[in-house]
Every structure is written in C-alpha cells, then in structure tokens.
C-alpha cells in the first residue's frame, strides 16, 4: 500500500487544476460525495423548482437528497464508530433532539403531522453536521464545496440580476400560488413606488441575499489564502461581483450586516489586508449599479441603515415578540404551534387552527419549546463556537486554516442572525452551515491523531528547553548537571 505521506506531497494532490478542484467531492465514497454535491445545487434552485413545481415531492427534494446522503454515510461507517463525533457539542445535540422528540408527541400540542413537520425543520440542518464528519476525507475534497459553493453563487447571482420587473409581474397575474408566494417581494420608494427585490432561484429576496453574503464571505477566504496564484485571485475576486450586486438587487439589508462580520472575522485572523481590497472595490461598483438600475432607490432603501432608530427597531422586533411569547408560555406549547418549518402545502391539508406565527428562529423557539428549548439550543449554539475557536487557534499555521475559517464564518453569521432571522432554516446554508462544522471536526481530528488523510504532515514535537552548556572538544553542547566554566 501507498504511504499516504507521498500520495500527499503529489503535485496533483496539492495543485489540482480547475477541473481538479471540483471533482475532489468524489474523493473518498464517490457516490456519498456527488448526492452531497447534487443536494448543494438542488439548494440552490430550490425557490425557483418550488415556485414552478407545486408538489410535495419538490418541497422536501433538497432534504430528501441530503438525508439519501446521510443514510448512506451512516450504513458505511464503521460499526463501532459513534456518527457523531465524541464531544460536548455532539452530547449537546443528543440533548436537544431529545427535547425535540418529546415535544413532538406531548398530548397538549397540534397534529402529529404537524409535529413531525416541525421536527424536521429544527432537526434537519444539523443532522447534517454527521454528515459531514463522516463524508470526509481530505482538505482538497472539502475545498471543492467551497469552489462549487463559488460557482453556483455566480451563476444565482447572475440569474437575478437579469430577473425582470415585468416577467414576474406577468407571473403573478398567471398565477395565484406564485402571487401569494411572493407578494411582500417589494419595497415601497418616496413617490409611492413600489422597486422588485430580486429573489434569482430563491424563495424570497432575504434568502438570496443572505446566501449571496454567504458565498461571497467562502470567496473570501479563498482569495486570502497561501499560495492563490493571479489568474485565480482575479477570477475570485471577479466573482464577487455578480454576487454583491445580486445582493445590492435584493434589498437586503441584514446580509449586508452580516457579510462586513463575517469580513472581520476574515480580517481578523488572516490579517492580510492587501489580499482584501479587492472587496471595497467590488461592493462600490456593485452599489453604483445598483443605485443606477433601481433609479435610487437603493440609496434610500440601504440609506436606512444609517438610521439608529430603524436598526434598533429592527434588532428588537424579534426579540421583544420572543419575551412577549416566553411570558404567555414558558413551558411552550409544542412542535408545529408557530408554524416554524411547516410548508404551507401541508399546512392548508390540516386545517390547524391554533397556529401562533414567530418571527424567526428565536421566537419560534420558545413558542415550541419553551424555557428547556431555548436554553438546550444556546448551549448547543456555545459549543459550536466553541470548537471553531479552539480549532481557529490550533490550526492557525497549518492548510486547514482555510477550512476553519470558513466554518468558523459559518457558524458566527448564523450565531447573529439567529435572534433576527432563520439562519438554520434557510436552504441551503442552515444545512451547510452544520456541514462544514462536520468536516472542520474530522479534519482536526485527524490532524490531532497524526494521520495523514488530511494531506498534512503531523504536528511537529516542540523541542525541549536548553537549561545549560558545557564545553567539550568540538564547542559546545547541551548539559544539565554543570555551569560552563567562565573564559
């Protein structure tokens, strides 16, 4: 057999070309690796198949992959093998799917099916961090999701850019489910205008900005890394901005938050400013667009962040309405009750009428689950920061940095969203977010247990402290029992 030590020092292990650094994801299981892949694309297409394809099997299609996916890496590993990773934040999640269970059959709650429905949604994404931790193999396999991550962001953001006012317009007026769908799919103007919020191949524009923040933070780390070349730098940098002026299209205001946090993070632990300036650039050709496509109206809908009133505002909406919620019921009042996860398909078959909506994550939380729900998900939400912290210093001059990075982007975006928004809920990033904590984990843990799968060299042995030197015949050595002798 290969030692695994020279199948790492390869050229074609460590410069793959383009076509290269995609198929890495077959690295490994093949098969496990390209349903991963496909769940990714499906993710993002997902709003745009629904909107067209009015059925259950479209609604659930991106779990239904990534849970093929799952099953698979749960049959193949080995038996005595946890599919969790031994660990606080894998016990933290033991602990809160328990809470989810019992939630999901208390006698008090809606229609199992509801229920089940719910179960889903606050279960699914990080199932997915198994998922991960299992399907991994290499640094270059994982990078692969980042450059198909990239490619994908391109090709989205480009589709809404070209989304026209007037074909949705004629959509809506076509169709009733799509009009309901996407009736909040614009903001209002000074003059009584009412501007498109490019929503591309997602459900609403929030989502796609979001995953164009998403995308653009992987674009980033890619770009800072050791050893980029020029050609690859320009390409990265160039594919920022299709992304950044598909988000400016959206309207989105709290991706445009959330990106400059996950830039900082970026700063703050690469601290290659240089590397970085090709992203003030991209955001100020993005914003000139941007203002000149909508008329100015883009000036005013982002000119609200500049407003301490409306910001605050919208920070403590969810936030109050999750205490207002916590007061009426602090024990919760089952999965399903605010309708979190719940696909209105199958919402409007059940005819449930004690539904109490929550707006976001946070809310829904302690509507469902009450007190024990909420502080079940903020521990599992500490020890996930956790990890990525302790793995951000550990491997911090290894080529697992980038991978760290990344995850730790992930999982700090998701962490500030969650009081305001869905961060796990969204499709695809709440499940990719779980996912690339996953492969964090695997890839530090072989890096920890000196294997060589991760296409690193093991941790070097500090060398032991010099304490005194004795002259010999050839100079001086190392000693421990006398003093050198003064000249």
Not at 220 to 243: C, F, H, N, S, Y
Request: a positive charge; one cysteine or more; proline letters at 6%.
């Amino acid at each position: 057999m290969q030692d695994l030590r020279t199948v790492a020092a390869t050229p074609a292990m460590q410069n793959p070309g383009w076509f290269g650094k995609l198929i890495a994801v077959l690295q490994g299981d093949a098969l496990i690796g390209g349903i991963t892949a496909l769940g990714i694309i499906i993710g993002f297409v997902h709003g745009w198949l629904k909107l067209r394809y009015a059925s259950p099997i479209v609604t659930f299609l991106f779990d239904l992959v990534l849970l093929l996916a799952l099953g698979l890496a749960y049959v193949r590993k080995p038996a005595r093998e946890p599919f969790f990773p031994r660990g606080r934040l894998g016990t933290a999640l033991m602990a809160f799917y328990a809470v989810c269970v019992f939630y999901a059959v208390v006698p008090f709650g809606p229609p199992l099916l509801l229920s089940v429905a719910a179960l889903r949604g606050w279960c699914f994404a990080t199932l997915m961090y198994g998922l991960g931790y299992n399907v991994t193999r290499t640094v270059t396999q994982v990078k692969a999701y980042f450059y198909l991550l990239v490619i994908l962001g391109v090709l989205t953001g480009l589709y809404g850019v070209r989304q026209s006012p007037e074909e949705v317009a004629l959509k809506m007026s076509q169709d009733d489910y799509f009009a309901a769908r996407l009736q909040g799919t614009y903001y209002g103007v000074q003059g009584g205008q009412a501007q498109l919020r490019k929503f591309s191949t997602f459900v609403t524009a929030g989502v796609f900005g979001s995953v164009m923040a998403y995308v653009i933070c992987f674009t980033l780390i890619l770009l800072t890394e050791d050893k980029v070349g020029r050609t690859e730098q320009a390409l990265l940098a160039a594919a920022m901005l299709p992304m950044a002026y598909g988000m400016i299209l959206s309207g989105s205001r709290s991706p445009l938050i959330t990106m400059f946090i996950g830039l900082a993070v970026i700063i703050w632990y690469r601290r290659r400013i240089t590397k970085l300036v090709a992203m003030p650039i991209v955001l100020y050709f993005a914003y000139k667009w941007g203002v000149a496509y909508t008329g100015g109206a883009a000036t005013e809908r982002f000119g609200t962040l500049l407003d301490t009133g409306t910001v605050t505002g919208r920070l403590m909406m969810p936030v109050l309405s999750a205490w207002y919620d916590f007061q009426a019921n602090p024990l919760g009042g089952g999965l399903g009750r605010s309708g979190y996860s719940v696909p209105f398909i199958l919402a409007s078959k059940v005819h449930y009428t004690g539904i109490i909506p929550g707006e976001g994550d946070l809310p829904c939380l302690i509507i469902e689950m009450g007190t024990l729900g909420l502080v079940l998900f903020i521990n599992l939400l500490y020890c996930a920061l956790r990890d990525v912290y302790q793995a951000l210093k550990e491997l911090r001059q290894t080529s697992l940095s980038t991978i760290a990075l990344a995850s730790a982007v992930c999982v700090v975006l998701a962490v500030v969203a969650f009081p305001i928004g869905s961060p796990f809920l969204s499709i695809p990033t709440g499940a990719l977010t779980w996912f690339f904590l996953g492969t964090l984990q695997k890839l530090a843990d072989q890096y920890r247990n000196h294997a060589f799968g991760s296409e690193l060299p093991p941790p070097t042995p500090a060398l032991p402290q010099k304490r005194f030197l004795h002259r010999t015949g050839s100079g001086l050595s190392q000693g421990t029992k006398r003093v050198p002798k003064q000249l």
